[in-house]
C-alpha cells in the first residue's frame, strides 16, 4: 500500500515492506513529481514483478552496453563456479534497488540515511549489498577530504586565521 502525502515543498512516500512488514519513508524525485503531474496524480497500472522484469530484459537487450558477456562468481556448497551470462540477462527490479543504494553511496549520502530507505537493517548487511570498487571508495575520500579543506578554510578565513 502506497501513500502519498500532500502536495508541498517535500513530498514523500510511505509505504510497508513486504518482506520486512516494515514501514518506509521514501522522498519523491522531482522528475517522478513530473510524471505524476504528467497524468495528474493517476498512473498506471503496475505490472507483476515477472511481467517487469521480462520487459528490463527486452529493453536491456537493445542496449549495447548491457550486450556483453557478463562473468559472475558463484560459491555454492564451498564449490566455486563462473556463471557466464550477457550482461543484460541480470536486469531485474532487484538490479534498480542495488543500484540506488550504490549510487547514493557514491554520491556521498550518508549510510544510515539510505538503509532507512532501503529497509536494510545493519550496516553490515547493507555494506555487502552495495557494489563499490575499490578506487569509487578512494574517489570518495579525497571527496570528503577536500569539502572538508574547503570548509576548514573558509572557517579560517571567517575567524581570522587566514595566512594571507
Known amino acids: 500500500m502506497w501513500a502519498i502525502n500532500k502536495p508541498g515543498i517535500r513530498s514523500i512516500l510511505t509505504t510497508i515492506q513486504q518482506k520486512t512488514k516494515k514501514k518506509v519513508t521514501i522522498p519523491i524525485h522531482q522528475n517522478v513529481k513530473d510524471i505524476i503531474n504528467k497524468y495528474n496524480g493517476v498512473l498506471p497500472t503496475c505490472p507483476t514483478n515477472q511481467e517487469f522484469n521480462r520487459t528490463l530484459k527486452d529493453l536491456g537487450q537493445r542496449i549495447p552496453a548491457l550486450n556483453v558477456p557478463f562473468s559472475k562468481q558463484i560459491t555454492r556448497n564451498r564449490k566455486i563456479t ?11 527490479t532487484h538490479t534498480a534497488r542495488r543500484s540506488f543504494c550504490t549510487n547514493m553511496y557514491l554520491m556521498g549520502v550518508p549510510v544510515l540515511t539510505i538503509m532507512a530507505i532501503s529497509g536494510h537493517k545493519t550496516e553490515k548487511s547493507f555494506r555487502a549489498y552495495i557494489k563499490a570498487t575499490g578506487e569509487e571508495h ?27
Open 138 to 164: 578512494a574517489q570518495i575520500m579525497q571527496q570528503f577530504w577536500d569539502n572538508n579543506d574547503k570548509k576548514k578554510s573558509k572557517n579560517d578565513k571567517k575567524d581570522g586565521l587566514d595566512e594571507h
Open 82 to 92: 563462473v556463471e557466464e551470462t550477457m550482461k543484460w540477462e541480470k536486469l531485474m
